[in-house]
């Protein structure tokens, strides 16, 4: 599936449910790379992450009524302590955990490596995964 079809995937469910997390311009020092400079000291990155949850009964007060923006923060951080050589290997292994919760339909993250190329702002990755991309595996 290509990423025009992705995106209008993902934006005919946004139609059908009403409930999107999202995470924007998260930043935090890692080391991941393949490249021996890249392993010996922590890079910034940034991360912008939207989920398409189902809609469900969300109940004031219960956190396990809503997908928590903070546990989303909270396992980008968990996995980064893995040192991964590529970000599309972290992008998997975050997608994989984040398509457990039942409710999540499709995912869409960017991360991307701050100030680590010359004359560059950033470089780095895009995803766009519906559930059934991980269902198959």
């Not at 994989?96 to 780095?124: D, P």
């Amino acid at each position: 599936m290509n990423k025009t079809n992705i995106i209008k995937l993902f934006e005919e469910k946004k139609k059908k449910s009403k409930e999107i997390i999202f995470i924007k311009n998260y930043t935090c020092k890692a080391i991941i790379g393949y490249h021996a400079f890249e392993k010996s000291k922590p890079q910034k990155l940034r991360f912008n992450v939207e989920i398409l949850s189902k809609q469900k009964k969300v109940i004031d007060g219960n956190l396990n009524s809503v997908l928590n923006y903070e546990e989303i923060i909270n396992k980008i951080n968990f996995f980064l302590k893995k040192k991964y050589n590529f970000l599309e290997s972290f992008a998997n292994d975050f997608i994989y955990e984040i398509f457990k919760n039942k409710n999540v339909l499709n995912i869409k993250i960017k991360i991307e490596k701050l100030n680590i190329i010359k004359n560059t702002e950033s470089v780095g990755i895009e995803f766009f995964k519906t559930k059934n991309d991980y269902e198959k595996l």
